[in-house]
Nanobody, 120 residues
């Protein structure tokens, strides 16, 4: 099973961009659909975006799709998340997760998460 690790800047400024990466040290991401999720203080976890194994069908919730880009590089064994025009409302713990099947199925593996704080 993949050991998912999120990385990236933990701080962002309002109006800027947030960029995170997901890797599986010692393993591979190429056999999994990769989803990004976040959980803000006092709120439920929500989906941010997901990309299928072949990278051809990124999916985003309607509330995020104007600002979010999820990509993957199976040769480099990374998946990335970019959110533009961030605000303090984007402050959350961000998680990457992997599904053995596809984005429409429950995630099978989860990273530990990374705290991202957006300053005003």
């Amino acid at each position: 099973q993949p050991n998912l690790v999120e990385s990236g800047a933990g701080l962002a400024q309002s109006g800027g961009s947030l960029r995170l990466s997901c890797t599986a040290p010692g393993g591979t991401l190429s056999h999994y659909a990769i989803g990004w999720f976040r959980q803000a203080p006092g709120k439920e976890r929500e989906a941010v975006g997901c990309i299928s194994m072949n990278g051809q069908r990124p999916r985003y919730p309607d509330s995020m799709k104007a600002r979010v880009l999820v990509t993957r590089d199976n040769r480099a064994m990374t998946a990335s998340l970019k959110i533009d025009n961030v605000t303090p409302a984007d402050t959350a713990i961000y998680y990457c997760a992997a599904s053995n099947i596809d984005c429409n199925y429950p995630m099978d593996f989860w990273g530990k998460g990374i705290q991202v704080t957006v300053s005003s």
